[in-house]
T-cell receptor, first 113, second 111 residues
């Protein structure tokens, strides 16, 4: 069974721009969660989508948003990029939700200049 | 607010040694706790998931314990191998709606 895939793997943007990251979950998984990993703050939970609905949300500003499609693929959007948004963005999928074992993708490395 | 701490931040051991990684959390209102490993430049791989009602879980050479009342979990690795070298993270699912991660323990197993 194919694992979680994320595209693109690397991205360079400038301040003020917006960016969209994509995540394809393992086939059959209905939950997709997003995380931000930085050297200073570590790994932080952004939000979780299940069957196209956002179910849980971390403590991030509204510039961070997401959505999930009927095929469970998910996108995360960051608007008005700031230098501090430079990070590794990870998504994870699971069968029933965030209480289940999380299967992570390789991540998208975002650099904001 | 939930805070998760992992000690030590880094650990270097010779191959074959048994070792223990520690994770502590401040709020016992957790649903479960997961241990992950992360290899450089890669995503996380789930190792063990312990429900709040459980005391321990085992998988191969790995054993994780959970003491919810004292806010502690340990990951025991038996007979360590160079392939075990990675960063190990623990994460608690707080109130069934938010993940909180520790900052990780970077393990180096020397041949």
């Amino acid at each position: 069974k194919a694992g979680v895939t994320q595209t693109p793997r690397y991205l360079i943007k400038t301040r003020g721009q917006q960016v969209t990251l994509s995540c394809s979950p393992i086939s059959g998984h209905r939950s997709v969660s997003w995380y931000q990993q930085t050297p200073g703050q570590g790994l932080q939970f952004l939000f979780e989508y299940f069957s196209e609905t956002q179910r849980n949300k971390g403590n991030f500003p509204g510039r961070f948003s997401g959505r999930q499609f009927s095929n469970s693929r998910s996108e995360m959007n960051v608007s008005t990029l700031e230098l501090g948004d430079s990070a590794l963005y990870l998504c994870a999928s699971s069968l029933g939700g965030i209480a289940d074992t999380q299967y992570f993708g390789p991540g998208t490395r975002l650099t904001v200049l | 607010k939930q805070e998760v701490t992992q000690i030590p931040a880094a650990l270097s051991v010779p191959e074959g040694e048994n070792l223990v990684l520690n994770c502590s959390f401040t709020d016992s209102a957790i649903y479960n706790l997961q241990w992950f490993r992360q290899d450089p430049g890669k995503g996380l791989t789930s190792l063990l998931l312990i429900q709040s009602s459980q005391r321990e879980q085992t998988s191969g050479r790995l054993n994780a314990s959970l003491d919810k009342s004292s806010g502690r979990s340990t990951l025991y690795i038996a007979a360590s191998q160079p392939g075990d070298s990675a960063t190990y993270l623990c994460a608690v699912l707080h109130n069934f709606n938010k993940f909180y991660f520790g900052s990780g323990t970077k393990l180096n197993v020397k041949p």
